[in-house]
């Protein structure tokens, strides 16, 4: 699936018109955000420990079963923009469950520690809805429960701000004359509708083929950042998989990094 997604991509960013009329700004970095092994994976209720809802505690665990291992990174990455009158904002997105507010004002917190001028009303975080990604970093009392999440970690939570943290103060020190153009295309026949035989009324053809891309270029014309969202959901690797992962927008991400250059960045909607 991946490679046709690139191929979208691809032909989306010959086409788009790349505009710098008003001094754009742009930088971009990305930050390993992988998590310790043993840390509960966010997504699966199926990963519960045996006896749920009676807890069966390890070092990050409580209430699923830990992680075994790490199967490709899980990434914080961030993209700064700023224009001639003076107005930044900054999008951030993590290999993660969701985009956590609590995570978000703690991240923005340590990052503003650091430098970081840009207020928090200007951040958009983003989870990618990995369900390999790490969990036991949100306090949301319906994740921990479900149990989707697993009950909060601090010292999870903290590690992933501080990841976040770094990415975006490292992202706004990039900051360089840049190029911006946005594209749409449509992408059929990689993706089903999982409610088909469930609903009476969808079909596995029912799916949103759109998907839209940000292309973001330095002043020369070398890729910097790709900025995209497709509707897919990040359940490739299943309930049983104990292996940390981005899962399929995580791969994507990694081809379009490979072949066009830069930072891709999957925003889910």
Same mark, same amino acid.
């Given at each position: ?35 310790? %092994? !043993?840390? /509960? ?9 045996? *006896?749920?809802? %009676? ?57 503003? !520690? ?22 036991? %970093?949100? /306090?949301?009392?319906?994740?921990? *429960? ?7 970690? /601090? ?31 449509? @992408? *059929? ?14 079909? /596995? ?15 020369? !014309? ?7 969202? *497709?509707? %897919?959901?990040?359940?490739? @690797? ?22 066009? !250059? ?8």
């Amino acid at each position: 699936m991946e490679y046709a997604i690139l191929v979208v991509l691809l032909a989306g960013a010959m086409s788009m018109m790349l505009h710098d009329s008003m001094a754009l700004k742009a930088g971009v970095a990305k930050v390993d955000a992988t998590m310790p %092994i !043993g840390v /509960p994976l966010a997504g699966f209720s199926a990963r519960k420990t045996k *006896f749920w809802p %009676i807890p069966r505690p390890t070092k990050y665990t409580s209430l699923m079963e830990p992680s075994t291992g790490h199967l490709d990174p899980t990434w914080a990455k961030a993209l700064v923009l700023s224009d001639d009158s003076g107005v930044e904002f900054c999008i951030i997105t993590v290999d993660a469950i969701g985009a956590d507010g609590a995570v978000r004002k703690l991240a923005h917190a340590k990052a503003v !520690g650091l430098g970081f001028p840009i207020p928090i009303t200007n951040l958009i975080m983003s989870g990618s809805h990995t369900h390999s990604g790490p969990g036991a %970093i949100s /306090p949301e009392f319906l994740w921990e *429960f479900a149990p989707a999440t697993d009950l909060l970690v /601090p010292e999870l939570q903290n590690l992933m701000a501080e990841k976040m943290a770094s990415a975006m103060m490292m992202a706004y020190q990039a900051l360089a004359p840049a190029k911006a153009g946005i594209g749409m295309s449509q @992408l *059929f026949n990689v993706t089903k509708n999982r409610r088909a035989g469930v609903s009476p009324y969808l079909k /596995p053809t029912d799916i949103d083929p759109n998907m839209a891309v940000i292309s973001v270029d330095t002043a020369d !014309g070398k890729p910097l950042a790709t900025v995209w969202n *497709f509707a %897919i959901h990040g359940t490739c @690797l299943g309930s049983k998989n104990l292996l940390s992962s981005g899962d399929i927008m995580g791969g994507a991400n990694t081809a379009i990094e490979s072949l066009i !250059g830069g930072v891709s960045l999957f925003v889910n909607a």
